[in-house]
């Protein structure tokens, strides 16, 4: 027996219930404090992301600019032991029933708001140098997609490639970027021809390329929470209705942490103004848009039992979860639990869809075994 | 027989298929170009909304400020003639198989955008006089929801008590505010009141409250289509989270036109902050969002399968189908094509419900026949 599958049998043993087995599709790395000091000049390294930690606030600087506050207890609460130690976080892993994640950054997410084109560059290098050292060859279950500098979409496409080379299996995305920018322009054809001749999965991360507090009121939590859910769907409706994906059709794009039931929806509605609003689309696609999105969209969810629901009827069946380890909004503690409830009454070719099936389309990851795939 | 079941049995006969007859959600009037010329007096309305036809664009301004450009082409593609007079729409709605209209603005969509207090509640007044007189007392089965002054919400209380008075059944909201005036606020508190006291309907329609085009790019349409969703969503978590709907919880909240199979998936992931981030949700509720939801939000689609679809499933009940009537993303012209798509392999229950069910829960309607409700 491996020791994850040592686990299983102990956890089954004293719960009465089988221990049920997924992969992660969103799933979070925390860099050391000197990841950039480490790696980057200091010239550069001075104008990298920072964090500093105030009295109630902490503070994240890209080049002497704040660009986010987050409360303390608010971060405090997302980080585990297991977070900054890799040996720790496969316990954690093996305790929880996550077999492979892949993991997003963390202060990593603030360098898509470089301007700078040589630090944007520099960041985006020394981050995956440190994914691949200090995580990925330490081991094969926790995966990063590699940071690509998005100043010039040039330096996008040499990293993404150099990233390939040494086995990065996705790019990270993020969601909101400025007007000018959207990721229907054709500014970025270079790097979907790019991701799609590597192979290279679109990994949009939400929550990303902006500050997130955008609203001080009444419900603020719950309201933010959801303004970081819609630029996951604008995403998929750029990349669709410009034709990117349809030029591509073997790229496969995931939206990590928005929710999964929505897509469906989001699929008709775009459908619907293609066809009635016919005489004013450019560019026409050579399929449907809710076509495109079913064939290369994906999207993960941690705790919304509608993602699983609408699978059957809506036959939308890109649907990944994901535990958001080791975020305040996902699962860590309760995986277990989380898992029961949503799968225990589900179609099991649902379930494995869902808890693998869509993640191992596409990611290569190591074996699982059938013991475990079953809940034995 | 009456006119319609007339036209229902030649249509069945032609067709080889019933007629479905079915209650819109979202249908719209269209203004008279005097509706403000001939009810203000002259200072007044020269700042009222005006349309103005250009070479391409047809341009609206308010008190000489354009707020929107649309081209020429896309607003005549919305105007048959029933548009304008009642006894030809009535003739329309037999010919669909539609039995009862929630009828919105159109040039009136644009009166929220008016900053000026006495110039809202007079164009608001005019609106509502104009909708009673030309429409509402006319027939039955075609009706409005009053606009009412937003620029005060005691002129707004006031407009929504002196239309409930009159029999009308919803006020019409628009789903995009200023930032500083969002419905999460407690300004908006004795609206609540006044309308759950008046049991008015709070019909939101999307696309409201700003300029639409937000987007020029590759695949606009199809962009500029989908900007208009989301602040429908917005809405939702807006009067959820801030406690607006848990304080009135016989208050009912309509977003028309936005589609309707994203509403569990905007309930799920707003229970997943309620929960994940508790300890930082201001106020508390009395029931999960995702039960305010079920219970108290409903949305109109016009020919999304995923609407339909996600239903039996995700148990949220209050969806509502809507023709759009007349415009280019509504049904008119393939009303019963539509219905028959989207309903015939559907379990006769949840079709009774999407088509008529849901509307009459919401509003008085004047009686439909059994042989109409049961397509025979």
């Known amino acids: 027996m491996t020791q994850a599958e040592q686990i299983s049998a102990v956890d089954a043993e004293e719960t009465g219930r089988s221990k049920i087995w997924a992969h992660s599709g969103d799933s979070h790395l925390m860099e050391p404090d000197d990841i950039w000091t480490s790696r980057l000049p200091k010239r550069l390294s001075d104008r990298a992301p920072r964090a500093e930690r105030g009295e109630k606030y902490e503070l994240v600087f890209i080049d002497g600019q704040q660009i986010s506050r987050q409360l303390n207890d608010f971060m405090d609460a997302m980080r ?108 970025w054809e270079p790097l979907w021809a790019a991701a799609d001749a590597a192979n290279m999965v679109l990994a949009y991360h939400i929550g990303t390329g902006r500050e997130n507090v955008v609203y001080r009121g009444p419900g603020g939590a719950v309201v933010n929470y959801m303004e970081t859910t819609y630029p996951g769907m604008r995403v998929v409706t750029h990349l669709v209705a410009s034709g990117a994906l349809d030029r591509h059709p073997n790229l496969k794009v995931l939206i990590a942490e928005g929710g999964a039931g929505w897509v469906p929806a989001l699929g008709d509605r775009m459908d619907e103004a293609y066809r009635q609003h016919g005489m004013f689309v450019r560019p026409r696609l050579s399929r449907l848009p809710s076509e495109i ?73 190591p074996r699982m075994s059938d013991e475990m795939r079953n809940g034995r």
Chains 1, 2 share one sequence.
């Open 80 to 187: 585990p032991p297991g977070v900054r130690d890799v040996q720790i976080r496969l316990q954690d892993l093996d305790q929880e029933g996550v077999w492979c994640q892949l993991s997003f950054p963390s202060m990593g997410f603030w360098t898509v708001n470089i301007n700078d084109r040589e630090l944007a560059r520099a960041c985006a290098r020394a981050w995956n140098e440190w994914a691949m050292e200090d995580f990925m060859a330490q081991q094969d279950r926790i995966f990063a997609p590699a940071i690509v500098p998005l100043v010039d979409v040039d330096d996008a496409v040499a990293e993404l490639e150099s990233a390939a080379a040494q086995g990065f299996q996705a790019i990270f995305l993020p969601t909101s970027m400025p007007p000018e920018r959207e990721w229907g322009f054709d500014m």
């Open 293 to 365: 999105v079913r064939q290369q969209v994906y999207a993960s969810f941690q705790h919304d039992i509608s993602a699983v629901q609408i699978i059957e009827d809506t036959h939308y069946n890109n649907v990944m979860w994901g535990d958001d380890y080791p975020h305040l909004e996902g699962t860590y503690g309760h995986t277990q639990q989380t898992l029961h409830q949503l799968f225990d009454e589900v179609d099991p070719r649902i379930a494995d869809r869902v808890l693998r099936g869509t993640f191992e389309e596409l990611f290569n990851v």
